[in-house]
């Protein structure tokens, strides 16, 4: 697909935070500010919304060369993003979206693959793929069957005998209205009124594990002025038959679990450690909606890096 153009404002930022509940300085227009040492020299844009960006130009993709066919009679029931984040971007930097032709794949299963890039000012501000899937590309042998009601434990506990800090929350469709606008998505395309159509986005609720991740951090204490972290890649796979029953007030427990750190998980080339996330989607009765894995970097280790090159 040729290189189409894009510039998110700072408004978009303010709508997409706000639907989403991420709280993080990062994106505060004022407490940006307040961060130790932020290279940003300002707010930036959210990853859950580059996510969203590339959500809706994939649809607008595969309706495009009639894919979606493809995707209903084979049974390709699972979406998949594979990101990784190069570059921060802030507000009203035009960017470029470029997706590559799609690969269709038979071996070991059937698999449509396009290649994503976005690009501003000649950086790479992220790369990566989605996929469309028989089973989840992420995350796959989880077994959560074993977990106790989760409709029966309190919002921001620990889920007993596991390592999952839980947070609940309710589908609305006016958040996800906004989350779609503030990422450059057409509303309308998910949402209809007058017609009684709704179809929930695959990204908005798994933009929700930022909060959840931010919740978690505050309870534990963490100064998130003296020692913010930022997203380096995110692996997402999302249930697109669940998605599709989601509807507004549906209840979701997120599940996210730090995993034990390792000397091999490192931001590549650099002996930066990574703290490397799992985090769950599951509706009322329990189904995962989604699967994420999720690598974050304290921004003082990035900054001792870049400085040790200087």
């Given at each position: 697909?040729?290189?189409?153009?894009?510039?998110?404002e700072?408004?978009h930022?303010e709508?997409?935070?706000?639907?989403?509940?991420d709280?993080?300085?990062?994106?505060?227009?004022?407490?940006?500010?307040?961060?130790?040492h932020?290279?940003?020299?300002?707010?930036?844009?959210?990853?859950?919304q580059?996510?969203t960006l590339?959500e809706?130009?994939?649809?607008l993709?595969r309706?495009?060369?009639?894919?979606?066919?493809?995707i209903?009679?084979k049974g390709?029931r699972?979406?998949?993003?594979?990101?990784i984040?190069?570059?921060?971007?802030?507000?009203r930097q035009?960017?470029?979206?470029?997706?590559?032709?799609?690969l269709?794949?038979?071996?070991?299963?059937?698999t449509?693959?396009n290649?994503?890039?976005?690009?501003?000012?000649?950086?790479?501000?992220?790369?990566?793929?989605?996929?469309?899937?028989?089973?989840?590309?992420?995350l796959a042998?989880?077994?959560?069957s074993?977990?106790?009601?989760?409709?029966?434990?309190?919002?921001?506990?620990v889920?007993?005998?596991?390592?999952?800090?839980?947070?609940?929350?309710?589908?609305?469709?006016g958040?996800?209205?906004?989350?779609l606008?503030?990422?450059?998505?057409e509303q309308?395309?998910?949402f209809?009124e007058?017609t009684?159509y709704?179809?929930?986005?695959?990204?908005?609720?798994?933009?929700?594990t930022?909060?959840?991740?931010?919740?978690?951090?505050?309870?534990?204490?963490?100064?998130?002025?003296?020692?913010?972290?930022?997203?380096?890649?995110?692996?997402?796979?999302?249930?697109?038959?669940?998605?599709?029953q989601v509807?507004?007030?549906?209840?979701?427990?997120?599940?996210?679990k730090?995993?034990?750190?390792?000397?091999?998980?490192?931001?590549?080339?650099?002996?930066i450690?990574?703290?490397?996330?799992?985090?769950?989607?599951?509706?009322?009765?329990?189904?995962?909606?989604?699967?994420?894995?999720?690598?974050?970097?304290p921004?003082?280790?990035i900054?001792?890096?870049?400085?040790?090159?200087?």
């Amino acid at each position: 697909m040729k290189n189409t153009l894009f510039t998110f404002e700072q408004i978009h930022i303010e709508v997409a935070r706000n639907a989403s509940d991420d709280f993080n300085l990062f994106h505060d227009k004022h407490k940006w500010l307040e961060i130790t040492h932020n290279p940003f020299k300002g707010p930036i844009v959210l990853g859950f919304q580059l996510n969203t960006l590339i959500e809706y130009q994939m649809r607008l993709y595969r309706e495009a060369h009639h894919e979606e066919r493809i995707i209903a009679e084979k049974g390709l029931r699972f979406s998949n993003y594979q990101v990784i984040f190069v570059n921060a971007l802030r507000p009203r930097q035009e960017i470029s979206l470029d997706i590559k032709k799609t690969l269709i794949n038979t071996i070991p299963n059937l698999t449509l693959t396009n290649r994503i890039t976005i690009k501003s000012q000649g950086k790479t501000i992220l790369l990566g793929y989605k996929k469309e899937t028989q089973t989840p590309l992420f995350l796959a042998d989880t077994d959560l069957s074993t977990l106790p009601d989760l409709n029966k434990l309190p919002d921001k506990s620990v889920v007993p005998e596991t390592d999952f800090f839980l947070k609940r929350k309710w589908m609305h469709n006016g958040n996800v209205k906004n989350f779609l606008s503030g990422s450059l998505a057409e509303q309308s395309d998910y949402f209809d009124e007058l017609t009684h159509y709704a179809h929930y986005p695959e990204v908005f609720p798994c933009s929700l594990t930022s909060g959840a991740l931010l919740d978690k951090a505050q309870l534990e204490n963490h100064d998130f002025k003296a020692n913010p972290m930022v997203y380096t890649s995110h692996d997402i796979s999302v249930d697109r038959l669940l998605a599709s029953q989601v509807k507004n007030n549906d209840k979701l427990h997120i599940l996210v679990k730090q995993l034990p750190e390792s000397k091999s998980n490192t931001l590549n080339n650099t002996d930066i450690q990574l703290r490397s996330y799992e985090c769950y989607g599951l509706l009322e009765n329990q189904e995962i909606l989604f699967r994420i894995r999720l690598n974050l970097v304290p921004l003082e280790e990035i900054i001792k890096n870049l400085r040790s090159k200087n």
